[in-house]
């Protein structure tokens, strides 16, 4: 009887052992724990960066992580996304560029609303673009100036070009954001503007990653000083946040979106 008793002893000791051993080598993560350089995968989960990418896990991976939690000074309400709730749990970059070449912003002599204001003034996003961190919420004001997503297009001002490739192109040609997540969106200024400063840490040795090019990147942002005329960018090869005319063909496009 104790024999009996001594082997269910270690069968069950061995079962709970095994059980542990593959929790432990579960590699996903929930995503309140995400940080930065961690992968984003298509199910949504997160992987960890300290893991090695395997071909099966590298064709899983859709972003990058490159800030953990919500940013305070994002405005975006992820409600009605993937997401379910006002707050995300952090953002994460698309591997590839949405555009093989310049694109234009949109529509000119217009100005959306895509800027940060504190009591109704304009708050300066060309010298502080860090207190821009609302691409989501600008993307969907540059949405419903075109007319909703069904009216972006790649080739017309009133199509906002820039935003059709970050929102539709990518999504249907290139990677198709998690369910849990609020979509591919155009970021905004501050959201480019990490991007850009930790552009090597980010991308550099990772597998199916693309570096930023050393050109222009647009944002989702407006200039605060002139809105209707500007829209920012993030120059990579000169290390700067620039503006340029909302209807001219000079800037790439990198999405991104929250999780």
Not at 111 to 124: A, F, R, S, V, Y
Not at 129 to 151: C, F, L, M, R, V
Not at 180 to 194: A, K, R, T
Not at 202 to 217: E, N
Request: net charge negative; with cysteine.
């Amino acid at each position: 009887m104790k024999a009996i008793h001594y082997m269910l002893f270690v069968a069950a000791t061995l079962t709970l052992a095994a059980c542990s051993k593959e929790k432990e080598e579960t590699p996903d993560k929930p995503v309140d724990e995400a940080a930065v350089g961690d992968y984003l995968m298509k199910d949504g989960t997160v992987l960890g960066q300290e893991n090695t990418l395997t071909p099966e896990l590298a064709s899983q991976v859709v972003g990058i992580v490159f800030y953990a939690g919500h940013h305070e000074n994002d405005g975006s309400d992820y409600s009605a996304t993937g997401i379910g709730q006002q707050k995300c749990h952090g953002y994460a970059v698309a591997l590839q560029d949405a555009t093989s070449s310049h694109c234009m912003w949109g529509v000119t002599k217009t100005e959306l609303g895509c800027c940060p204001t504190d009591g109704g003034n304009k708050q300066d996003n060309f010298n502080n673009p860090n207190i821009d961190w609302s691409g989501y919420a600008w993307t969907q004001k540059i949405i419903t100036a075109a007319g909703g997503k069904e009216k972006l297009n790649a080739t017309e001002q009133s199509g906002y070009p820039a935003t059709y490739y970050a929102v539709v192109d990518y999504e249907n040609n290139k990677a198709q954001a998690p369910a849990n997540s609020s979509g591919w969106f155009l970021p905004s200024i501050g959201q480019m503007w990490n991007v850009y400063q930790n552009r090597t840490s980010l991308f550099d040795g990772k597998t199916g990653v693309s570096v930023l090019q050393s050109d222009w990147y647009w944002s989702s942002s407006e200039r605060c000083s002139l809105p209707a005329d500007f829209a920012l960018f993030v120059d990579v090869g000169g290390g700067l946040v620039g503006n340029y005319y909302k209807n001219f063909s000079d800037s790439y496009v990198r999405p991104v979106l929250a999780f």
